[in-house]
């Protein structure tokens, strides 16, 4: 990390910190910290660089012609039929240099430069002639969480730290345990003993330490924080760590990138709000290197059981927490963590915030399941559901990107809620 290039600061007050393994929150704003309450002082990854006009003169050409071919979709001949995978040279080397960190110190496993891709029949059902979906279950572990622990893993190579912790609902820790399986790391996942069993068994394939927590996420969290503080090496935990944020924002600039332009709408599922942060970083990202000259709206969708972004949006702050109750495992949280940082930016950008029901939820993964054949757990169809109950207020001809963020064989109990089984 190239010092004067990479800083941190304030999400809250903008004081500017040196990037460093010891300092993960404001020293000033984290004082105000109450217990039970989202993280204050959350840090983000400022980011001095210029691209090169040349690189961002190719990025706009293949944009152009990335959209007329999305355009055309399936109804023209040639190229346009193939979905979106992966990235060009020139796109990859875009994302590359607004990375943080140096790609040597990246993991050795191919993360994101997932699929996007247009749903026909899904679509068609719909109304929609723009339709997209990123799929990020085509992640390694099997979730977008792995943008996050990359970038983790990656920050702590360089700095020479070789052991991580995280707390996890259960993503966030089978993400670590298996990119830092590739990268040689010493990984301990706090997982709440309601986790899906699917996730723990990653965890403990991928060679992790497994503690697990007779309690909610939440309880998970602030033991793991514990923990690391007694035992050294990096938290990972989301919101917490910068890099988790910074990771996640890869995510927009590959739809920015495949999409070929910025989309209408982005719909977001969301419990502690920082893949939702992560994306708006990502347009951020590319409106002020001036790849692009505007910003998506940005929809936040959140289990009914499991609101609390949507409630502060409503009232201004966060209140006290709600005992969350939702299938949506991967979404339920009772303290957002990252609240604050996407509660400002939503704020700042007016998105928006939706709640689903859990039926609502489950039938839009069945929905995605039968209609597209992706298979998603029910914490990302809901981003599908969020946009079922907003339909109405978004035209016909408006293009829609549903970030669909975990592999529904994570939780099959999940799964098979609504599902009638053949004797
Ligand atoms: C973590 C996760 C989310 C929510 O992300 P937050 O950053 O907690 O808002 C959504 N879907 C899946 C599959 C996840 O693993």
């Given at each position: 990390m190239e010092e004067e290039k990479v800083k941190f600061r304030c999400s809250e007050c903008g004081k500017e910190y040196k990037a460093e393994a010891d300092r993960m929150l404001c020293s000033e704003c984290s004082k105000d910290q109450r217990e039970n309450r989202p993280l204050r002082g959350i840090l983000e990854v400022t980011l001095d660089v210029e691209l090169p006009s040349s690189l961002l003169e190719q990025v706009r050409r293949e944009c152009a012609s990335r959209r007329e071919a999305n355009e055309g979709?399936?109804?023209?001949?040639?190229?346009?039929?193939?979905?979106?995978r992966g990235l060009s040279p020139a796109g990859a080397e875009f994302v590359r240099r607004l990375l943080p960190i140096d790609s040597s110190f990246l993991p050795p496993l191919p993360v994101g430069e997932t699929p996007l891709w247009k749903p026909p029949r899904l679509a068609e059902k719909l109304g929609r002639r723009e339709l997209y979906l990123k799929d990020d279950t085509a992640n390694p572990t099997g979730s977008l969480k792995d943008r996050a622990s990359f970038l983790v893993a990656g920050w702590a190579r360089e700095l020479g730290i070789d052991r991580i912790t995280v707390a996890s609902t259960g993503n966030a820790a089978s993400s670590m345990a298996g990119v830092g399986a590739a990268a040689g790391l010493d990984i301990t996942i706090f997982l709440p003993a309601t986790a899906p069993r699917a996730k723990l068994v990653q965890g403990l394939q991928y060679g992790a330490r497994v503690i697990p927590v007779e309690g909610t996420y939440d309880e998970a969290f602030d033991r793991s924080l514990a923990y690391s503080r007694e035992h050294g090496g990096m938290s990972r935990n989301t919101a917490y760590n910068p890099m988790t944020i910074e990771g996640k924002k890869t995510a927009a600039l590959e739809i920015f990138l495949q999409f070929g332009g910025v989309p209408d709408y982005v719909f977001v599922p969301t419990g502690d709000g920082v893949i939702l942060s992560g994306i708006y970083r990502g347009f951020e990202d590319l409106v002020r290197t001036g790849a692009a000259d505007r910003m998506p709206g940005i929809v936040a969708v959140q289990a009914e059981g499991s609101a609390s972004i949507c409630r502060a949006l409503e009232t201004g702050d966060f209140s006290d927490p709600v005992s969350s109750d939702t299938c949506c495992d991967s979404i339920s949280v009772n303290v957002p963590r990252g609240g604050c940082f996407a509660l400002g930016r939503l704020s700042k950008h007016g998105g928006g915030c939706i709640r689903v029901s859990d039926d609502q939820a489950l039938q839009a993964q069945m929905e995605l399941s039968s209609g597209a054949g992706l298979f998603a757990e029910p914490s990302s169809a809901a981003a599908l559901a969020g946009l079922r109950v907003f339909e109405k207020e978004i035209p016909e001809d408006a293009s829609v990107v549903l970030l669909i963020t975990g592999n529904g064989l994570k939780d099959i109990d999940g799964a098979s809620k609504k599902m009638e089984f053949p004797i």
């Open positions: 979709g399936l109804q023209t001949s040639g190229g346009a039929r193939l979905p979106a």
